[in-house]
């Protein structure tokens, strides 16, 4: 079954500005107002420690001696600390949940101080808007903001713009605003409010933190998690800073930690903030109050994604006991624990009881909320699904159809045959996994039960609203780390439409639904490079001042210096100190950087719309662009099906491969197999399996095209397809790799991330002139040269390869790189095949400082050295150069995957002559996180890269004859095929191990 969590079921914590007003100036009654001030005081002192009744008890008693004065003597002052203690009682109530008598205290005060000092009085104004903050908390979000507006209109009228009880109120609408689903709204007031306090308070407040802590909130109700998650890390910090331990807001914290952690699935991050949210609010509140209910909740949800269900039933049943105890059955807090529960019982497969509960939540949401909400939409969804479940499909798609409507208000129609339009939805992330599960439903009726084509073609339609909306969403994205989330979980949907296309095409021989199948695959492809490029390109060509192009270099290479930092802090003995300080600039700058983007979006608006112009390649324009000679071909690597598509100049093609248990191994076999030469009789049986399964069903129209160009997917990243066998080879140890049916022997090939990208590239003018032709890197690394001292990363992960490729080195000492003994030679015999119009940069000389500098306006760059990848953390993989000798040297070395994006080449030609630099985690719904992404944002047109650790000397044979062939003006794609066959045909090096691991991204 289809899960597309976007948003948890669990209770963020808001952070709602609150004013608890100090009692100040002289007593003009004497003994009695003495007394009354200290009763405030010590309330005071019992609110900031949370020991609310303490704090009541205290502003009670000063309140009723301050009206029975205010009485006697007819004095305003004394009315307005009459006032002022009623609001803080009030608040007191509010943070107890117990909100009937906070609204009492709190009316009762609106009405005196409008009585006795007029509406237009700053203290009249605390009262709407402390009560304004029960009404949220309500869920009265229309009274709400009434009372929020009122304190404004009163706090500008008497303080001006410029004052911090207007930035309170500016954060409290936005508040409001976010749970009415209008996040437009809200971050808008959260900006305002976050830059006044900025202006009057400086950074380090709590009341910055509560902004920067709904700012957060909002990003991940949008699905935008790195976002959030900078937010969150920042909020507690702060808190963490200026509040004692004991303090509620430092639970909260930590719930909103945990929220977003559970958002990302990573639920021992999510459990252990939790855990400290629980002991705080059980220390603070007791251990039957309802922050710890709602704590519960929330770890009832972490625990159940763990698989752990009878922990998490606990928690919910310890929560339900609660709120049953405080709100009695109709209150949304409960509706939210039957939600959570009959979700439970859905994971355990007892549906009638899922059902049960779901409609539980569905009744007291409806008469809390009414219909359309998008609260109501997430409850539908899991009736829809339980439905699916028990195989009640047209149940299924009506109830999909119902958790659409609750997202989208214009759209009444209950016609299951009719989708919105993508104007005014109150939540994408809820319309996404809506629009998805109907799609799905539909199909599945279709397949098992109705067989009416009409039912297949909504399917189809309602998976390209899908699609529309996840170009929509992405785009809206700010983080890249949000938009390859979204990819992630939006790539089951790319499947399933594919799938659906595909069933449409051979029910109907339609080419359309092939072309559609296409489309879909597509999207699912670098989607977030491919827009990466496009705003680098719309800022070359919207007229941006100079000026302003600078800045946002700037702020990029800022940024990049403090993530980088960052992460390598993340990977080795973390130093607190530093890390606050990386954390702080690097939110500083985040903030600039968005502010410049806003203001280029809003002042260029050509950069605006090149920025956001979303166009995936069409298989008519694919096919105008290829010669007659050439094929495209693109993989889509599903969970049981592989969908391959062929692209020649006369021709497309599709065909679905079915992806059976033993794919997988025979993919890991091959890839195994090219890191030990000793493996020959594994690769012989993977590599010939794998051609009959990936290439042979194509072959119909590709065989007569020469040049190949493949745009893989998944596990396919990692094939070089070019040493796939095209005949089968019986397994002996006496084979000659020589005389193998290697591929390449047929053809030349070459690679890219999408075909959209291809075609860029395809339609990307050639450049006329380069400064100069060649500029290539060899640290070296000798023992001699003191330039392999490596200072700053954990050195096990540091390895190189050997000739017999099946053991690797660890560095030579613990503490230098294994030296490179060919490729000085490797880059003297390159150049002099330029007949030396070009420069080397040796040893000491081929510093990271040097290749920044010294590489535009090269045509052919070339580096000669040590890749490493980190898988976990692809931001950490690198190239290492000459290490420094100065300790005031600006840079340490190496040159991280993060800095590739801040270069500024002009290359026709990148090769990366080192392990492994055309490897790296393979993401779903985006593709390979390898070092070459940044290359090519950073300007360069083809990219020469590795697959695997090989072997220095092998490399610099490769790369002498493939540039011997680019000399003599061969293509790119057909001077590396010349390289690797005249390998092949040198015992030495004639196994794949020594040859196959280069490729080309590019043309």
């Given amino acids: 079954m289809f899960h597309f969590h976007l948003r948890m079921n669990f209770i963020p914590l808001l952070m709602l500005t609150t004013s608890v007003m100090a009692q100040t100036g002289a007593s003009p009654a004497g003994e009695d107002t003495t007394f009354a001030n200290q009763y405030f005081a010590k309330a005071e002192k019992w609110a900031k420690e949370s020991k609310f009744d303490s704090a009541i008890f205290h502003y009670e008693n000063a309140g009723l001696i301050y009206e029975k004065l205010a009485t006697q003597l007819k004095t305003p002052t004394l009315w307005e600390r009459y006032i002022k203690s009623y609001n803080n009682i009030g608040e007191m109530f509010r943070r107890k949940n117990e909100l009937e008598r906070a609204k009492f205290y709190l009316n009762k005060a609106i009405a005196t101080g409008i009585k006795q000092l007029g509406e237009n009085h700053l203290e009249v104004a605390q009262s709407f808007h402390n009560l304004g903050n029960v009404y949220v908390t309500e869920s009265e979000l229309e009274k709400a ?69 709904n700012i957060g909130d909002l990003y991940r109700l949008q699905g935008d998690f790195d976002m959030a998650l900078e937010f969150a890390k920042k909020t507690a910090a702060l808190k963490l800073k200026l509040l004692p331990a004991s303090h ?38 007791g251990e039957n109050s309802l922050p710890v209910a709602a704590i519960c ?145 539909l199909e599945r009726w279709f397949s098992l039960k109705s067989h009416d084509r009409k039912a297949l073609q909504m399917s189809l339609s309602t998976y390209q609203l899908a699609a529309d909306l996840i170009d929509k969403m992405r785009r809206d994205h700010r983080a890249e780390g949000s938009k390859l989330f979204l990819g992630e979980r939006a790539s089951a949907i790319y499947e399933n439409a594919i799938r659906v296309a595909v069933l449409s095409y051979n029910l109907a021989k339609e080419i359309k639904y092939q072309k559609q199948a296409f489309a879909f695959a597509e999207k699912s492809k670098a989607a977030v490079l491919s827009q990466l490029l496009q705003e680098s390109q719309a800022k070359r060509f919207a007229g941006i001042p100079v000026d ?34 990386y954390q702080d600039r690097y939110f500083a700058l985040k903030r600039a950087q968005e502010k410049l983007n806003e203001q280029l979006e809003k002042s260029y608006p050509q950069y605006y719309a090149l920025k956001y112009k979303t166009s995936t390649a069409a298989i008519a324009e694919l096919q105008e662009s290829l010669d007659g000679q050439t094929a495209m071909v693109e993989y889509f690597s599903g969970e049981y099906t592989i969908f391959a598509f062929a692209v020649t100049r006369d021709g497309f093609d599709m065909v679905a491969i079915e992806k059976d248990s033993s794919f997988e191994a025979r993919a890991a076999s091959l890839i195994t197999s090219f890191k030990n030469v000793a493996a020959k009789n594994a690769y012989l049986q993977s590599a010939a399996d794998l051609y009959q399964i990936l290439v042979q069903p194509l072959a119909s129209r590709i065989d007569n095209k020469t040049k190949w160009v493949i745009i893989p997917d998944g596990e396919l990243h990692q094939i070089p397809f070019e040493a796939l066998l095209t005949e089968t080879v019986l397994p002996q140890s006496a084979a000659d790799y020589r005389t193998l049916p290697y591929l390449i022997k047929q053809r030349e090939i070459s690679y890219h991330y999408s075909a959209t990208l291809f075609l860029k590239s395809l339609r990307e003018p050639a450049r006329v002139s380069y400064a100069n032709l060649f500029a290539g890197f060899a640290p070296v690394f000798s023992e001699t040269a003191k330039n392999g001292m490596l200072f700053q990363l954990k ?115 990148l090769v990366l002559s080192a392990c492994q630099t055309g490897a790296g985690q393979i993401v779903k719904g985006e593709g390979l996180m390898a070092l070459t992404r940044g290359f090519l944002y950073s300007g360069a047109r083809n990219i020469v890269a590795s697959l695997w650790k090989v072997y220095d000397q092998h490399t610099s044979l490769l790369m002498v004859e493939m540039y011997r062939q680019i000399a003599a003006g061969k293509s790119y794609s057909a001077a590396l095929r010349e390289a690797k066959l005249k390998m092949i045909t040198d015992p030495a090096t004639a196994a794949p191990q020594s040859w196959a691991s280069f490729v080309l991204i590019g043309k």
Avoid at 258 to 284: I, R, T
Avoid at 835 to 851: T, V
Wanted: aromatic letters at 10%; proline letters at 3%.
């Fill in 145 to 213: 903001l009434v009372h929020f507006n009122r304190a404004l209109t009163a706090r500008i009228r008497l303080l001006g713009e410029n004052h911090l009880e207007v930035a309170k109120s500016y954060n409290n609408i936005g508040v409001v605003y976010k749970e009415k689903y209008d996040y437009e709204n809200a971050l808008v007031y959260f900006n305002k409010s976050l830059a006044l306090k900025y202006k009057l308070q400086g950074e380090n407040t709590i009341d910055i933190a509560r902004t920067y802590n």
């Fill in 248 to 285: 509620a807001e430092i639970g909260s914290a930590y719930v909103n930690l945990g929220n977003v952690y559970l958002e990302q699935n990573d639920l021992e991050l999510a459990l252990e903030n939790y855990q400290k949210a629980l002991e705080n609010a059980e220390k603070v509140f």
């Fill in 297 to 441: 909740g929330n770890m009832g949800l972490a625990l159940q994604h763990q698989g752990e269900y009878e922990p998490a039933m606990a928690n919910y049943q310890r929560a339900l006991t609660i709120l049953l105890k405080t709100y009695g059955e109709n209150h949304l807090e409960v509706a939210r624990n039957y939600y959570n529960t009959g979700e439970l019982y859905l994971l355990k497969g007892d549906y009638a009881k899922a059902l049960a509960h779901l409609a539980e939540a569905l009744s007291i949401r409806r008469q809390a909320l009414g219909e359309p909400h998008p609260i109501m939409s997430q409850v539908y969804r899991k009736m829809a699904e339980a439905y699916f479940e028990q195989k009640n499909f047209e149940q299924a798609v009506a109830a999909a159809h119902m958790a659409i409507m609750s997202v989208t208000p214009a759209f009444t129609d209950m016609n299951i045959y009719a989708n919105p339009p993508l104007q005014n939805i109150s939540s994408e992330v809820d319309l996404l996994p809506a629009l998805a599960q109907k799609a799905l439903n």
């Fill in 548 to 581: 302003l192009l600078e800045k946002e270099k700037d702020l990029k290479i800022n940024l990049g210096f403090y993530e980088t930092e960052m992460e390598k802090q993340k990977a080795g003995k973390p130093d607190k100190a530093r890390q606050r300080q």
């Fill in 795 to 909: 050195l096990p992960e540091f390895t190189a390869a050997r000739p017999d490729a099946h053991r690797y080195l660890v560095t030579r000492d613990g503490k230098t790189l294994e030296e490179l003994k060919h490729s000085e030679q490797e880059l003297r015999e390159i150049l002099a095949v330029f007949f030396n119009r070009g420069r080397n940069y040796l040893y000491q000389e081929a510093s990271e400082e040097n290749f920044k500098k010294q590489t535009k306006g090269s045509k052919y760059v070339h580096v000669a050295t040590h890749g490493f990848i980190n898988n976990e953390n692809p931001k950490l993989s690198n190239l290492a150069f000459s290490q420094p000798q100065d300790a005031g040297t600006i840079e340490d070395g190496i040159l991280f995957s993060g800095e590739t994006y801040n270069l500024d080449l002009s290359a026709d030609l």
